[in-house]
């Protein structure tokens, strides 16, 4: 596949990662909140979707641990990822770190992308394939303040997941 100048939308995604996308879902066990996991930490939250109940959703958050790079100062590097999926198929994935060096994958086609970027379900690739976070235009952060949360609050958008969800965003320390 050729990135070089293409913009992902919705439609570049999977019939059936766009049909689960649009299926409206909440946490299986009522309202839980969100509470953001720790630097080496993660969180899976079921979902269901009143649509299909067959369907196993999940919605998984990964902080890992701090790294320290010294520049100036010492300065933590936070790599995060969040993805929504059915079962064991990532729909979605972005990866994301404040020190975008740290973030590097080779496409099947052998594309290597550099920095922030988001796995997206297409076509022939699956979720193996991912583009630049400013190359797509499906999980767009209405703000940015170099964090992973902005995205991560559009993904929940994208994924029409229940705004009952309350979140609560940690310093990841």
């Given amino acids: 596949m050729d990135i070089d100048n293409k913009i992902y939308s919705f439609s570049?995604?999977?019939?059936?990662?766009?049909?689960?996308l649009k299926m409206p879902k909440r946490p299986v066990n009522g309202i839980?909140?969100?509470?953001?996991?720790?630097a080496g930490?993660?969180?899976?939250i079921e979902l269901i979707s009143d649509e299909c109940m067959k369907i196993k959703f999940f919605l998984d958050i990964h902080e890992s641990k701090l790294q320290s790079s010294i520049l100036l100062t010492a300065q933590p590097d936070r790599k995060s990822?969040?993805?929504?999926?059915?079962?064991?198929n990532v729909?979605?994935?972005i990866d994301f770190s404040n020190n975008?060096?740290?973030?590097?994958?080779?496409?099947?086609d052998g594309t290597m992308i550099?920095?922030?970027?988001?796995?997206?379900?297409?076509?022939?690739?699956?979720?193996?394939?991912?583009?630049?976070?400013?190359?797509?235009?499906?999980?767009?952060?209405?703000?940015?303040n170099g964090t992973i949360y902005p995205f991560f609050e559009s993904l929940l958008r994208v994924d029409s997941i229940s705004?009952?969800?309350?979140?609560?965003?940690?310093?990841?320390?």
């Fill in 114 to 144: 550099y920095g922030n970027h988001i796995h997206l379900d297409v076509p022939d690739y699956g979720s193996k394939f991912a583009v630049p976070i400013f190359q797509q235009d499906i999980i767009v952060a209405e703000y940015e």
């Fill in 32 to 38: 839980p909140v969100l509470d953001w996991p720790k």
């Fill in 163 to 173: 705004d009952k969800l309350i979140r609560n965003y940690s310093l990841g320390v």
């Fill in 81 to 88: 990822a969040t993805q929504a999926r059915y079962a064991s």
């Fill in 91 to 93: 729909m979605i994935r």
């Fill in 41 to 44: 930490c993660k969180l899976n």
């Fill in 100 to 108: 975008q060096e740290l973030l590097k994958h080779r496409n099947p």
């Fill in 12 to 20: 570049d995604l999977t019939d059936k990662t766009q049909e689960y």
